[in-house]
């Protein structure tokens, strides 16, 4: 079962949340320092994807810049605003977290990686769910942490989780020889860490960038990455 995979990451990440909602609420100094330290945290998981790839820089502020404009067409940031807010509404009753910060932080954290697309196209292709079974461990441990500070909103991004890495899982499964391509999973890599450090920016609440809205460079990357040469061939340039 090819969404094996997927499905258990979800799984650790609603497990992991209701650990978190659990565990007694911490006192505002201590929210403040183990946020920051995931702040840190999570940037240094950015940059660290980001530098995997620096031959592909010019491809990658293409695709943040294309995507970008295709986000604010789109208003990404705004739809996922919108989602959170309604939860929030529903929710509010037993809920005193930031259900709308919770739910896209934590979408993007989890969603965005290299753990996430590798380990989706392999249990896509092979049937093989190793990369996404350690990366559930590992979203399992943050999820908890997350909730302690966030709330519930954390839990629903086990949602968006299982849609993208099914997506990509089913994708691969039909269609796997070019998401194997390791050029075009590293640019897209490399783009989504980028974004990774831009969360960490604004969990420290340094500077609001609108990471919702640079999503769609994930699409752009593979594109350019992989439909730039294609077409080049063609043209024996």
């Known amino acids: 079962m090819f969404l094996?995979?997927?499905l258990v990451n979800a799984g650790a990440i609603l497990l992991?949340?209701?650990?978190?909602?659990i565990i007694p609420k911490m006192p505002d100094r201590v929210q403040e320092t183990t946020m920051q330290g995931l702040s840190l945290a999570v940037a240094l998981i950015g940059l660290d994807m980001a530098l995997h790839d620096s031959q592909d820089v010019m491809y990658i502020i293409l695709s943040l810049v294309i995507g970008g404009l295709i986000g604010e067409w789109w208003n990404v940031e705004g739809a996922l605003l919108r989602m959170g807010q309604a939860i929030?509404?529903?929710t509010r009753q037993w809920q005193t977290g930031q259900v709308v910060e919770a739910f896209v932080t934590a979408s993007l954290v989890f969603c965005i990686g290299a753990m996430a697309v590798v380990g989706a196209i392999q249990s896509g292709v092979s049937d093989v769910h190793k990369i996404l079974y350690a990366k559930s461990l590992l979203d399992m441990v943050s999820a908890t942490i997350f909730t302690t500070t966030l709330g519930v909103?954390?839990?629903i991004a086990a949602i968006p989780v299982l849609l993208y890495e099914g997506l990509i899982a089913t994708i691969s499964h039909f269609a796997g020889a070019v998401l194997q391509n390791p050029s075009v999973i590293a640019c897209m890599t490399a783009t989504g860490g980028l974004l990774i450090v831009g969360i960490g920016i604004n969990l420290m609440?340094?500077?609001?960038?609108n990471v919702g809205n640079l999503l769609p460079a994930m699409l752009v990357a593979p594109t350019l990455k992989w439909g730039v040469p294609t077409v080049l061939s063609w043209l024996h340039l």
């Open 16 to 21: 992991g949340s209701a650990v978190g909602l």
């Open 88 to 90: 929030e509404t529903r």
């Open 4 to 6: 094996l995979g997927s």
């Open 153 to 155: 909103g954390v839990a």
């Open 205 to 209: 609440g340094l500077k609001r960038i």
